[in-house]
């Protein structure tokens, strides 16, 4: 599959997609239980939550359209992980810090200016 | 972009004296960062705080409060006097319960440098392609404006888009 991104509009149509997929409760607590750990099967994300398997497979496919995750067949049972890349790609992280350092280096301006 | 590093730049119009005091002084530092530090900065020195909210930036200090008393550690690493200070922390430390202290942490650097306009400071934190991805992924509901800020950026984006 071509991944190549030639324009910004592409680029924040696709943002736009990331965000509708992180921006529920549900499926950011699936990312956790994903991050940094071995690929999991629906039955173990499952595990220890309320909602049923047919509602965390809901939630996998609108991640895996937003390219959050990826699953592949083992036997007769699909294991999910998370696609680091689409987290490396994503500044959002650092544009939260970098945020911060704006407003904390503003704060300081104002300290040492006033 | 790079993934693992950020940079600020800001000219500050006050005495390389006065902008070394703000951020060497770990009580002037926590006045405009927003924490309160116990004792002084020292190289070497692991140090302990909490988060308060800044008493410079009224609007801030309210985005602030969410994560007040959240507890904050700092290893001084570099001191040279009206010159330059790093520190490590871990970045964006706040979510509940988490224990962040076997976790990778960021570099931060202070360097000053005096301009005839004034003090030029460059902030540089380093070190984020070390961090655990599910931190990362933390950080897009963490931010202090919440949902409504991360939603006017997307649109800002596609507004922006030709």
Redesign the interface.
């Known amino acids: 599959m071509s991944r190549r991104r030639s324009?910004?509009?592409f680029?924040?149509?696709d943002?736009?997609s990331l965000?509708a997929a992180?921006?529920d409760e549900t499926r950011?607590r699936m990312?956790?239980r994903l991050?940094?750990r071995e690929p999991m099967s629906i039955a173990r994300l499952t595990e220890g939550s309320k909602i049923t398997r047919q509602a965390i497979t809901k939630h996998l496919r609108i991640m895996e359209q937003a390219g959050l995750v990826r699953g592949h067949w083992h036997g007769r049972e699909r294991l999910w992980q998370?696609e680091?890349s689409r987290?490396?790609d994503?500044?959002?992280?650092?544009?939260?810090?970098?945020?911060?350092?704006?407003?904390?280096?503003?704060?300081?301006?104002?300290?040492?200016?006033d | 972009?790079s993934?693992d590093r950020?940079e600020?730049k800001?000219l500050?119009?006050?005495p390389l004296a006065?902008?070394w005091r703000?951020?060497s002084d770990s009580q002037?530092f926590g006045?405009?960062?927003?924490m309160k530090l116990e004792g002084p900065f020292t190289p070497g020195a692991t140090m302990r705080g909490v988060i308060v909210p800044?008493k410079?930036?009224a609007e801030?200090a309210a985005a602030q409060k969410q994560f007040e008393g959240k507890k904050i550690e700092i290893t001084i690493e570099r001191m040279e006097p009206e010159r330059l200070i790093s520190f490590r922390w871990h970045?964006?430390a706040v979510e509940p319960g988490v224990d962040y202290s076997r976790e990778p942490t960021t570099l931060i650097v202070f360097a000053l440098e005096q301009t005839p306009d004034g003090v030029m400071?460059t902030?540089t934190?380093s070190g984020?392609d070390q961090?655990?991805?599910?931190?990362?992924?933390?950080?897009?509901?963490?931010?202090?404006q919440g949902?409504g800020m991360?939603?006017k950026?997307?649109g800002d984006?596609?507004v922006?888009?030709?």
């Open positions: 324009s910004s509009a680029q924040a149509k943002s736009a965000f992180l921006g950011l990312v956790l991050g940094g998370l680091p987290f490396k994503a500044s959002h992280y650092l544009d939260l810090i970098s945020r911060q350092w704006d407003e904390a280096l503003g704060r300081l301006r104002k300290f040492v200016e | 972009m993934t950020i600020k800001i500050l119009k006050a006065r902008v703000a951020i002037e006045t405009w960062f927003g800044t410079v930036n801030v970045p964006h400071l902030v934190e984020f961090i655990p991805l599910a931190r990362r992924a933390q950080a897009f509901q963490a931010n202090d949902w991360v939603v950026l997307v984006y596609l922006q888009a030709p």
